[in-house]
């Protein structure tokens, strides 16, 4: 409930962060050309103290957020204004590199949901990231159903496969303070620790 109300609040803040930014340059341009100095510091001063907070939020999030490791099989869930995507890691192979199967599920029941906007790493255990190669791309996921898709991600000689970690990956994701935050995903991790 609480995470849910963090969610609800950091898309709020975002939006109005927008707003803000807005009605406060709109504010500043007809002050400045009324001749209202007044009207213009004080707006800017407004502006600039709601940045200053928004920025905190923002930045805040990672350091406050403990680290979660997630078992292969447990799911976590992707949030727009509901949450509705779900993935989860299924298998893990060991050959030619690591191949891990991730299931991708929606519980939704009319909007599809897009995989394709997650940001997908696997990290080794000197803390090194690898992208996926090659592999078929992620499709639209329609309301109600699941599929599985094999990433494969080649890791130098000698690098220990250690977590996968799955974030949105969208510029504004990083811009949302809360639990949506790319940073702050980043904090939660599926153990993958062993495959080499």
């Known amino acids: 409930m609480l995470v849910q109300l963090l969610r609800l609040l950091g898309f709020a803040a975002f939006l109005f962060t927008g707003l803000v930014i807005v009605a406060g340059l709109a504010l500043m341009l007809f002050g400045t050309l009324t001749g209202r100095p007044r009207l213009l510091t004080v707006t800017a001063t407004a502006v600039t103290a709601w940045l200053a907070c928004y920025a905190v939020a923002v930045l805040a999030g990672p350091f406050v957020t403990p680290r979660r490791s997630i078992a292969p099989g447990e799911e976590i869930a992707f949030c727009g204004v509901d949450c509705h995507l779900h993935v989860s890691v299924a298998g893990i192979s060991r050959d030619s590199g690591v191949a891990l199967t991730l299931r ?93």
Request: positive net charge; without cysteine; hydrophobic residues 40%.
């Open 104 to 196: 991708f599920r929606s519980d939704a029941r009319v909007a599809s949901e897009y995989p394709s906007h997650l940001r997908i790493r696997l990290i080794d255990a000197a803390g090194h990231e690898y992208r996926p190669v090659g592999g078929e791309p992620l499709a639209p996921l329609p309301a109600g159903t699941e599929y599985r898709r094999d990433l494969r991600f080649d890791l130098p000689p000698g690098a220990v496969a250690d977590r996968l970690v799955a974030t949105w990956g969208d510029w504004q994701d990083y811009l949302v303070p809360g639990p949506e935050n790319a940073m702050v995903q980043r904090r939660r991790a599926f153990r993958v620790g062993g495959a080499a």
